[in-house]
C-alpha cells in the first residue's frame, strides 16, 4: 500500500509558516488523539524550532482513555504543554486559554517585567488535513469564522481569527510530508480520513481497518455488526460477515462489499465503534533507528 500525497499547495504552506513563525507566541499542534504518531508532520518539529508549544490531542472521545494518559504524559515530558478536546462537541476547548497561559508563563511574566499588561496573545494553529483544526477554532472563538468541512484540505489559505482582547489565532492549511516512511502511517491517516479517499482502493483500506478493529477491539466489532469474530478471520471475511448481515446484496446474491467497506469507514471516523486507539507511544520509533 503506497501512499504519495503532496500537493503543490503543502510546500507553499511550509515556506508560510516558517515565514509567520515570527509574528506568533505559541504554536499549537492539533493532532488526533486515535493516531497521535501518524497525525503529526514530523517536518513541524524542523519548522516551530524552540518555539512555545501545545499540543491538542483532539478527538480523545473516541481514543481510550489510557492511550489519552499515556500520550499526556509522553509529550509533558517533552516540555510540551498538553490538552484534550473533542472540537466537534466543544468539549474541553474552553481549556485552551489557559493551556496558552501555561505554555507562555515564562514570556508572560516577562511582559509584566517590562510593564507590558495585558499584552496580546498570537498563537499559530497547525496540523495534518482532517485533524479538526478549524472546528477547534470555530469553538474557541464561538463563531463560525473558518471554513469546516468533513474532507482534508479545506483551509487553503492563512486566517487570523481574533478570539478575544487578549487572544488572536493563525489558522493554517493542513500541512502533510513529501513521503510516508511507514505505510502503517498512511494507513493510518487514511482510516481517520486525512487523506482523499480517492488516493487508495476503499475496500483494500476497509480490509485493513477490520483486520486492525479485530485485533484492538472485536467485541465492537460484534455489537455494532451483528457478527461473531474470532482471531482467525481475515478482513474480507470480516467484511463479507458484516455486509451479509446487513443484507448488502447485489444482483445476484453477490455481497456488495464496496458499500460495506465504506460504511465501516464512515462509522469508524463517526465514533460509532467505540473509543479506538491505534498508537501509542511504545510504537515510536529511537530518533536514532534507520
Do not use: C
Request: net charge positive.
Amino acid at each position: 500500500m503506497n501512499i504519495q500525497w503532496y500537493p503543490g499547495h503543502m510546500t507553499k504552506t511550509r515556506r508560510m509558516m516558517e515565514k509567520d513563525l515570527k509574528l506568533v507566541d505559541v504554536v499549537a499542534e492539533i493532532i488526533d488523539a486515535r493516531i497521535p504518531i501518524s497525525s503529526r508532520n514530523p517536518d513541524i518539529d524542523d519548522i516551530v524550532l524552540d518555539k512555545p508549544r501545545i499540543v491538542v490531542l483532539n478527538r480523545s472521545d473516541q481514543a481510550q482513555k489510557d492511550g489519552n494518559q499515556k500520550w499526556a504524559e509522553y509529550f509533558k515530558a517533552q516540555g510540551i504543554t498538553v490538552m484534550e478536546s473533542d472540537a466537534k462537541s466543544g468539549k474541553g476547548v474552553n481549556q485552551f486559554s489557559q493551556a496558552v497561559q501555561f505554555a507562555l508563563k515564562e514570556k508572560i511574566a516577562q511582559w509584566k517585567e517590562k510593564g507590558q499588561v495585558g499584552k496580546s496573545v498570537r498563537v499559530m494553529i497547525v496540523g495534518v488535513p482532517n485533524v479538526g483544526k478549524s472546528t477547534f477554532i470555530n469553538k474557541i472563538s464561538k463563531r463560525k469564522s473558518t471554513k469546516t468541512q468533513d474532507r482534508p484540505g479545506v483551509t487553503r489559505g492563512k486566517q487570523w481569527v481574533t478570539v478575544s482582547q487578549g487572544l488572536e489565532l493563525l489558522d493554517t492549511p493542513g500541512i502533510l510530508w513529501p513521503k510516508f516512511e511507514d505505510d502503517k502511517i498512511g494507513m493510518h491517516l487514511a482510516f481517520t480520513g486525512a487523506v482523499r479517499d480517492v488516493v487508495i482502493d476503499i475496500e483494500t483500506l476497509a480490509f485493513h481497518l477490520m483486520e486492525k478493529l479485530r485485533d484492538i477491539n472485536p467485541k465492537a466489532l460484534e455489537e455494532r455488526y451483528k457478527i461473531e469474530v474470532t482471531a482467525d478471520m481475515d478482513g474480507w471475511q470480516l467484511l463479507e460477515a458484516a455486509a451479509r448481515k446487513r443484507g448488502f446484496l447485489i444482483s445476484g446474491g453477490e455481497i456488495d462489499i464496496e458499500r460495506m467497506a465504506n460504511i465501516l469507514l464512515d462509522e469508524f471516523r463517526g465514533g460509532k465503534l467505540g473509543r479506538v486507539t491505534l498508537e501509542y507511544p511504545s510504537d515510536l520509533k529511537p530518533k536514532n533507528s534507520e
